[in-house]
């Protein structure tokens, strides 16, 4: 295990980050969502998306989970057996991820918060770079 560890060290560091920031958003979507709304709901006010997103939050909280889930079970394999399909799974989802977010954030012409996002989405792409590469 000790040696699968070393090996996949940078893999298993970015799914790391990647579960940290998509559970993280997940609990704080279900246990604040009416205050997540509320502030969506101004953020795209002048957008075509201002009707959708209750839709919206949910399909990304969706899209969170399954990307949190992804990254657990592609971290026990890579761990257990060093297979890389699920963390390949799990960063390519979360990467999907970020890109859903960068369009709500262009949309809104929240320049400043795309560019914030395009750093996570730059982390998952060098992950899935050096796990394809293993």
Partial sequence: MASLFMQHIVSIT???FLLITFLQSGIDKIS????N???LKGHFSSTFIAPFVPLS???????EIVSSILAIIGLIYLLKDGHTIYAIWA???SSITLLILLLGQRIAK????ALTITCYFMVAVFGLY?????
């Fill in 14 to 16: 970015i799914l790391l």
């Fill in 32 to 35: 604040d969502w009416k205050g």
């Fill in 37 to 39: 709304i509320s502030w």
């Fill in 57 to 63: 939050l949910l399909i990304i909280l969706i899209a």
């Fill in 91 to 93: 960063i390519f989802a």
């Fill in 110 to 113: 929240d320049y400043q918060g």
């Fill in 130 to 134: 050096v796990i394809t590469q293993a």
